[in-house]
């Protein structure tokens, strides 16, 4: 079954710490995954997709089949990217459809 | 293009009283979701819709219907709220093919006494 854990529901960090977010998977076909990040009064967007392989303000991910994790990091955290952070496995289903499986979520509050 | 939006923003309910959440998307998206959000339990699918007409069930599709009558909208109905559907609820759009990215409407805060 295919299925999203984030171990870690909240992280606390002083501004300019590196920061890493982890997420694991469990899905049987090949994977395709996602960080989404709400920030405080704002809807859900996404941060970043692995297949991008792509930095987006600051953040990156890398996919490691090996060890089914797809950990979201950067090296020196700011105030601003305090937000709760979900990572996301698309599921393709046996009719051809597509789903978004997501993690319960992280909240990163970055202090000054 | 105001994206996606949903009406109405806040809504409190009596148990037993019934409701639909309006969600409503410009940008001709085929896939439409409806997901709630609960402290610790992170997003959960109710149920989806893959185009105009179709709808397909979530992983909490208990208590809820949908319908998909207009491409651009996607209603949420509950025939009778009770306390555990207390909730905040997004729903979000996407178009079609692999990987594409999912854009989020505001949310509704739901309250059910």
């Known amino acids: 079954a295919q299925r999203v854990t984030q171990p870690e529901k909240l992280l606390s960090v002083f501004k300019g710490a590196p920061v890493e977010l982890k997420c694991n998977y469990s899905?049987?076909?090949?994977?395709?995954l996602f960080w989404y990040v709400q920030y405080s009064r704002q809807r859900l967007q996404l941060l970043l997709r692995h297949i991008s392989r792509e930095s987006i303000k600051g953040f990156t991910a890398d996919l490691n089949k090996g060890e089914t994790s797809f950990h979201l990091k950067k090296p020196f955290a700011q105030e601003e990217d305090s937000a709760m952070y979900y990572c996301?496995?698309?599921?393709?289903?046996?009719?051809?459809?597509?789903?978004?499986?997501f993690g319960k979520g992280m909240k990163l509050t970055v202090n000054p | 293009n105001a994206g996606v939006t949903q009406t109405p923003k806040f809504r409190v309910l009596k148990t037993g009283q019934s409701m639909t959440l309006l969600c409503a998307q410009d940008?001709?998206?085929?896939?439409m979701y409806w997901y709630r959000q609960d402290p610790g339990m992170g997003l959960r699918l109710i149920h989806y819709?893959?185009?105009?007409?179709?709808?397909a069930k979530g992983e909490v599709p208990d208590g809820y219907n949908v319908s998909r009558l207009k491409k651009q909208n996607f209603l949420l109905g509950l025939e009778s709220a009770a306390p555990s559907q207390t909730s905040v609820y997004f729903c979000?759009?996407?178009?079609?093919?692999?990987?594409?990215?999912?854009?989020f409407g505001p949310g509704t805060r739901l309250t059910v006494t």
């Open positions: 996301a496995l698309l599921h393709i289903t046996q009719g051809g459809s597509e789903k978004l499986v």
């Open positions: 940008m001709n998206h085929e896939y």
């Open positions: 899905y049987s076909g090949s994977p395709e």
């Open positions: 979000a759009s996407s178009s079609l093919g692999l990987a594409r990215e999912q854009y």
């Open positions: 819709s893959v185009g105009e007409g179709t709808t």
